[in-house]
Nanobody, 124 residues
Framework: QVQLVESGGGLVQAGGSLRLSCAASGRTFSGSAWGWFRQAPGKEREFVASINWSGGATRFAAPMKGRFTISRDNAKNTVYLQMNSLKPEDTAVYYC?????????????????WGQGTQVTVSS
């Protein structure tokens, strides 16, 4: 059974940082692209960042550029999201996702595997 488990969420003040982790079990994702998405109350799930199979290519949604970094450790079957300069509007449940393709994707339907989500709350 494939499982993706996020961790690292919590409450942080505006301007602070958090590092989210997503560890996979049940299969290896070394040949897969990963993505991070988020969903705030009353809003649709939105793309945050994606990284290709090798880690050599990344993509970020415009509001996250320069503040967020995505990375992966294939040996640990884990993807990370480093979030700096956090703002109250970053408050959401953050989800990691993995897809069977090598390449980056920005749409939720492109991902076959999802974690359960971790809450990030940024206070002003």
């Amino acid at each position: 059974q494939v499982q993706l488990v996020e961790s690292g969420g919590g409450l942080v003040q505006a301007g602070g940082s958090l590092r989210l982790s997503c560890a996979a079990s049940g299969r290896t994702f070394s040949g897969s692209a990963w993505g991070w998405f988020r969903q705030a109350p009353g809003k649709e799930r939105e793309f945050v960042a994606s990284i290709n199979w090798s880690g050599g290519a990344t993509r970020f949604a415009a509001p996250m550029k320069g503040r967020f970094t995505i990375s992966r450790d294939n040996a640990k079957n884990t993807v990370y999201l480093q979030m700096n300069s956090l703002k109250p509007e970053d408050t959401a449940v953050y989800y990691c996702a993995a897809r069977q393709s090598l390449d980056i994707a920005t749409m939720p339907f492109a991902y076959e595997y999802w974690g359960q989500g971790t809450q990030v709350t940024v206070s002003s």
